[in-house]
């Protein structure tokens, strides 16, 4: 309920194009990789955001991904491509940006691992909402995850949450 509350309180944010030093309006000029965002924040200026939240194994660049990174980047394309989204900066460490997206009513970082494309990592977040999305992906066998599929141990966990 309290994270609906903040995504509420964002998405208010976002559509009220009042910001603080931290959250912009921006258009995706490239998508790197489905977890590394250049976005334009006007015709001049772009910034390139890490996704916070994602354990990033074996990531691929868009333009030569397979497989689930492939997916992930189409899905990226889909979310994002010719909209207007909201960017949460989190975190600047040197040139390296990292944050989220707000897209409608949706954050990207939560969408990705909702659907399977990425596991959170529990050593940079410890985000309620990213955690109830990888377990939803994994009970139903999403992405990653479905090599799981047909396991006693996993339908055994997820049928007693």
């Not at 909209?83 to 970082?109: P, Q, W």
């Amino acid at each position: 309920m309290r994270n609906r509350i903040l995504l509420s309180l964002a998405l208010c944010l976002v559509s009220q194009a009042t910001f603080g030093a931290s959250s912009y309006v921006g258009k995706v000029k490239r998508i790197v990789s489905p977890t590394i965002i250049e976005v334009s924040l006007s015709d001049e200026e772009f910034i390139t955001l890490n996704i916070l939240g994602l354990k990033k194994n074996g990531e691929q660049h868009c333009g030569e991904a397979k497989g689930v990174n492939g997916t992930a980047c189409n899905a990226m394309k889909a979310w994002l491509d010719g909209k207007n989204f909201g960017v949460i900066i989190e975190k600047v460490d040197g040139k390296a940006m990292y944050g989220d997206i707000v897209v409608g009513d949706k954050l990207i970082s939560q969408e990705i691992v909702r659907h399977g494309y990425y596991a959170v990592d529990s050593t940079k977040s410890m985000s309620h909402y990213l955690f109830q999305a990888e377990l939803e992906a994994y009970c139903n066998y999403r992405g990653i995850h479905a090599v799981n599929k047909g396991m006693h141990e996993v339908a055994k966990k997820c049928a007693r949450r």
